[in-house]
């Protein structure tokens, strides 16, 4: 596709469940990011792909997140047993060599 | 002390105004600095680009960086209805740094 892609939109889920957000780079596009953008707060850093290298996973909050992507395009973020705290616009970005970042619309959690 | 401080606002001026955003930051390392748009219920889009101090203009916008006094400045000129929108600043160190710095953003309304 011409953009980043991600999915779903909009997420409403109960507390305990767990959630998968995707998305969907540009075609080419090397590395892959999620970032985190709660109400009032900046962007904050998840993980990070790059090509077959191993994942830099050191913003991930806690061990009940994870990200894999797969064939180096689609990545998912699976968030086990949900807190409310998890709440937030869930973002992904993919950049290429120019090391711009183009970012998808986000997935919006709301953990009840 | 934050690594990227940013007024979070809103700021509000009227149509044709001129306005100034601004972000500080700590740490002398970041080279890279950005300026990136957001509409509402939307990712950020990146708006400006520029490496170590300096100016840059792009159409009616002008990014400056101060190193020496860590402090980054985006200019709107004429600004316009549609420039309504969450400006965020973020930044990065050297070339081989692939993880951006975000400051919270600025909401600004520019009133018809």
């Known amino acids: 596709g011409a953009g980043v892609s991600q999915s779903p939109s909009n997420k409403v889920t109960e507390k305990g469940k767990d959630v998968e957000l995707r998305c969907d780079p540009i075609?080419?596009?090397?590395?892959l990011y999620w970032y985190r953008q709660s109400l009032g707060q900046g962007l904050e850093f998840l993980i990070y792909?790059?090509?077959?290298?191993?994942?830099?996973k050191s913003g991930l909050p806690s061990d009940r997140f994870s990200a894999e992507r797969t064939g180096g395009s689609v990545s998912t973020l699976t968030i086990q047993r949900t807190q409310q705290e998890d709440s937030a616009v869930y973002l992904c970005?993919?950049?290429?060599?120019?090391?711009?970042?183009?970012f998808g619309e986000g997935s919006r959690l709301t953990v009840l | 002390q934050k690594e990227v401080e940013q007024d979070p606002g809103p700021l509000s001026v009227p149509e044709g105004a001129i306005v100034s955003l601004n972000c500080t930051y700590s740490n002398s390392a970041f080279q890279y600095f950005m300026w990136y748009r957001q509409y509402s219920r939307k990712g950020p889009e990146l708006l400006m680009y520029?490496?170590?101090?300096g100016n840059k203009e792009d159409g009616r916008f002008t990014a400056q960086v101060d190193k020496s006094s860590k402090y980054i400045s985006l200019f709107i000129r004429d600004s316009q209805p549609s420039d309504s929108a969450t400006y965020l600043c973020a930044m990065r160190k050297g070339a081989g740094s692939y993880q951006l710095t975000f400051g919270k953003g600025t909401k600004l309304s520019v009133i018809p």
């Open positions: 970005a993919s950049s290429s060599s120019t090391g711009e970042l183009f």
């Open positions: 520029t490496y170590s101090s």
């Open positions: 075609s080419g596009h090397t590395a």
């Open positions: 792909f790059q090509g077959n290298s191993a994942p830099d």
